[in-house]
């Protein structure tokens, strides 16, 4: 094969590390569908945003205890609902 199509096929491939990250936001938008409006606001503010608990509960205006339930509650919900659904992987040499 020729330089430039070497050049074409290199510029058409999809980087596995984009391929990943792209399979894994939709993994997160499909289990935060499985959660109720108030775990997954839990689940994102402390999980994805990476803030603190106490912070989050005086924002949503709830106890402490409670955010860290919706947070339970939420991640159990999104890992029942990722085993039930198989994960493609990119093929390639292993």
Known sequence: MGNAANAA???TMV??????????????AD????MSTPQGQAVVQVHLRDRPYDVVAA???VPMGTLESRIHVGLRTARKAGSSRRRIRPSGPT
Do not use: P, S, Y
């Open 9 to 11: 096929t290199a510029d």
């Open 15 to 28: 980087d596995d590390d984009e391929l990943e990250r792209e399979m894994d936001r939709w993994q997160v």
């Open 31 to 34: 289990a935060l569908k499985e």
């Open 59 to 61: 924002e949503l205006g």
